[in-house]
């Protein structure tokens, strides 16, 4: 079962420095359950488009009103969703922001 898992930090936290991204990276690259993972730009150098009444409307720059914003993303893929939580504990360990566990779907669903 695939999990993407979303580690949320305060704007002035540094990607990369504070989570334990090498516990992470060396309970889940041996295990063969790491897929992939990406750390993200800062939000200001990001756009969201949305759509509404058939008007696009693209907003520049931070976009959520919250005082955390997505720093870094791994697509693990796991035995339960028990194990896919154990891994994000890994890299909440001292974090104030946290990290969302969410399964992905394939094309027919759920893979649960």
Excluded: I, W
């Excluded at 989570?19 to 309970?27: I, N, Q």
């Excluded at 990001?46 to 509404?52: E, K, P």
């Excluded at 993303?73 to 566990?101: F, K, P, T």
């Amino acid at each position: 079962m695939k999990f993407l898992l979303s580690l949320y930090l305060e704007p002035a936290a540094l990607p990369g420095e504070g989570p334990d991204h090498e516990g992470f990276l060396a309970a889940a690259g041996p295990s063969g359950e790491l897929v992939g993972g990406h750390v993200l730009a800062d939000p200001s150098v990001g756009a969201v488009t949305r759509v509404r009444g058939g008007a696009v409307t693209v907003t520049e720059g931070p976009y959520l009103a919250s005082s955390d914003q997505v720093a870094c993303q791994y697509v693990v893929d796991c035995e339960s969703r028990e194990r896919a939580v154990e891994l994000a504990v890994l890299l909440a360990a001292g974090q104030a922001g946290g990290v969302e566990v969410r399964p992905l779907m394939n094309a027919s669903g759920m893979e649960m």
